[in-house]
């Protein structure tokens, strides 16, 4: 039995970058021999096995043969005679089919460490095109390491653009898209995910509710009040913002991501995507809530104190601060404003809210109030708090 240490981990050494998970190949062995010796088996389609102290994945060396349309139609081979290089021709990338022996040889039998030196993303072998899967894990490396400088290999490229047009990629599942999108939303430039998949032609079949037409453009224009009427920002643009936002705060919040990306779609152009792509409730209330509250939050500096608190109420953002800050990030996003005036905007609605907030009523006071008229009373507290604070604004 040989381990070799393959795929990411290696790929992310010769990087300098640091490795978040290790994964292992296992060549001449079989399940029976893992077993015996205490790894759990999870692998449902192929042998895979947890090991006993690490907990970190090992897998049969395995070939795999196309039976079907999908990334689920495949014949899955495995056995002692599998070798290393068979295993490793049958993944995506070239920089993801490198593995290091137990000495610390690296093993390249496919161009993987010249790939990385000329900064390319290129495919292993023809058979690249039987997973439709790779289509969208090729744009989330690309989103992953741009920065870096990594291109789309021109036959790459080309080989994507086949399998949309063949229709390989209809057979993708919505769960599996969700699942690579929502990857591609913490990575550092999500917009490129987006720009790889308009470019084959796929991101008008799997996320048809971004193409949204002139005609849908200027009707949600003119439903829009005259002043807060705003310029539209391309789809790529705005999640590019946002990534910048959200990298500017200790954690990357997808949620936001996807907000900026759909704020100014049409509320039911939102609701249609994530019922068919299953997304959780926590995106799907976020990205509803800034399409409704974009328009007002772009243009809150030219908004009086009760049009602020009337913002504030809408958004929840009593009962729920926290996601009112998120709001605000994925809002500005969408907006022409540039990043300086994004966070001075995002700062004077935040002091708004804690103004309003810090607002509290005597108790004997309420004690005389039934729940209606406590409601009203902090209402109209907060409001002369706010009218109080655009007051200070103005003289300052």
Same mark, same amino acid.
């Given at each position: 039995?040989?381990?070799?240490?393959?795929?990411?981990?290696?790929?992310?050494?010769?990087?300098?970058?640091?490795?978040?998970?290790?994964?292992?190949?296992?060549?001449?062995?079989?399940?029976?021999?893992?077993?015996?010796?205490?790894?759990?088996?999870?692998?449902?389609?192929?042998?895979?096995?947890?090991?006993?102290?690490?907990?970190?994945?090992?897998?049969?060396?395995?070939?795999?043969?196309?039976?079907?349309?999908?990334?689920?139609?495949?014949?899955?081979?495995?056995?002692?005679?599998?070798?290393?290089?068979?295993?490793?021709?049958?993944?995506?990338?070239?920089?993801?089919?490198?593995?290091?022996?137990?000495?610390?040889?690296?093993?390249?039998?496919?161009?993987?460490?010249?790939?990385?030196?000329?900064?390319?993303?290129?495919?292993?072998?023809?058979?690249?095109?039987?997973?439709?899967?790779?289509?969208?894990?090729?744009?989330?490396?690309?989103?992953?390491?741009?920065?870096?400088?990594?291109?789309?290999?021109?036959?790459?490229?080309?080989?994507?653009?086949?399998?949309?047009?063949?229709?390989?990629?209809?057979?993708?599942?919505?769960?599996?898209?969700?699942?690579?999108?929502?990857?591609?939303?913490?990575?550092?430039?999500?917009?490129?995910?987006?720009?790889?998949?308009?470019?084959?032609?796929?991101?008008?079949?799997? &996320?048809?509710?971004?193409?949204? /037409?002139? %005609? !849908?453009?200027? @009707?949600?224009?003119? #439903?829009? *009040?005259? +002043? $807060? =009427?705003?310029?539209?920002?391309?789809?790529?643009?705005?999640?590019?913002?946002?990534?910048?936002?959200?990298?500017?705060?200790?954690?990357?919040?997808?949620?936001?991501?996807?907000?900026?990306?759909?704020?100014?779609?049409?509320?039911?152009?939102?609701?249609?995507?994530?019922?068919?792509?299953?997304?959780?409730?926590?995106?799907?209330?976020?990205?509803?809530?800034?399409?409704?509250?974009?328009?007002?939050?772009?243009?809150?500096?030219?908004?009086?104190?009760?049009?602020?608190?009337?913002?504030?109420?809408?958004?929840?953002?009593?009962?729920?601060?926290?996601?009112?800050?998120?709001?605000?990030?994925?809002? &500005?996003?969408?907006?022409?404003? /540039?990043? %300086? !005036?994004?966070? @001075?905007?995002?700062? #004077?609605? *935040?002091? +708004? $809210? =804690?103004?309003?907030?810090?607002?509290?009523?005597?108790?004997?006071?309420?004690?005389?109030?039934?729940?209606?008229?406590?409601?009203?009373?902090?209402?109209?507290?907060?409001?002369?708090?706010?009218?109080?604070?655009?007051?200070?604004?103005?003289?300052?």
């Amino acid at each position: 039995m040989q381990v070799y240490l393959v795929g990411g981990a290696v790929r992310d050494e010769l990087l300098g970058l640091p490795a978040h998970e290790r994964d292992w190949v296992v060549v001449g062995s079989t399940p029976e021999e893992l077993q015996r010796g205490g790894y759990r088996a999870v692998g449902r389609e192929f042998p895979v096995f947890l090991h006993p102290d690490t907990g970190e994945e090992y897998a049969l060396a395995r070939l795999e043969r196309k039976t079907g349309p999908g990334y689920r139609g495949f014949e899955t081979r495995f056995s002692p005679e599998v070798t290393l290089e068979q295993d490793l021709q049958r993944r995506d990338l070239t920089i993801n089919a490198m593995a290091r022996s137990p000495d610390g040889r690296l093993i390249d039998p496919y161009g993987g460490r010249h790939d990385l030196e000329q900064r390319l993303l290129r495919h292993v072998s023809p058979a690249f095109v039987e997973d439709p899967v790779r289509v969208l894990r090729v744009a989330r490396f690309a989103a992953r390491l741009c920065a870096l400088g990594f291109r789309l290999a021109p036959e790459t490229r080309e080989l994507m653009r086949f399998m949309v047009s063949s229709g390989e990629i209809n057979a993708l599942v919505p769960e599996r898209v969700w699942r690579e999108m929502q990857r591609a939303l913490g990575e550092a430039d999500p917009a490129v995910f987006l720009d790889i998949l308009e470019d084959c032609g796929a991101l008008a079949i799997l &996320l048809p509710e971004l193409n949204w /037409d002139e %005609a !849908a453009r200027k @009707a949600l224009q003119r #439903a829009a *009040a005259p +002043a $807060l =009427a705003t310029t539209e920002v391309p789809a790529a643009a705005r999640v590019s913002a946002a990534a910048r936002v959200s990298a500017a705060h200790s954690a990357i919040d997808g949620s936001v991501r996807f907000a900026a990306l759909l704020a100014g779609t049409a509320l039911e152009r939102i609701t249609a995507l994530c019922e068919r792509l299953r997304v959780p409730n926590d995106y799907r209330e976020l990205a509803l809530l800034t399409a409704r509250l974009q328009p007002r939050i772009a243009h809150a500096g030219t908004l009086d104190a009760a049009a602020t608190l009337e913002l504030l109420e809408a958004a929840d953002a009593f009962r729920r601060p926290d996601r009112f800050q998120l709001l605000l990030r994925a809002a &500005l996003a969408r907006s022409d404003l /540039d990043d %300086a !005036a994004r966070t @001075a905007r995002a700062a #004077a609605l *935040a002091a +708004a $809210l =804690a103004a309003a907030a810090a607002v509290a009523l005597p108790h004997d006071q309420l004690t005389q109030l039934n729940g209606p008229a406590i409601a009203a009373t902090y209402r109209s507290a907060r409001l002369e708090r706010l009218e109080a604070l655009q007051s200070e604004l103005r003289k300052s």
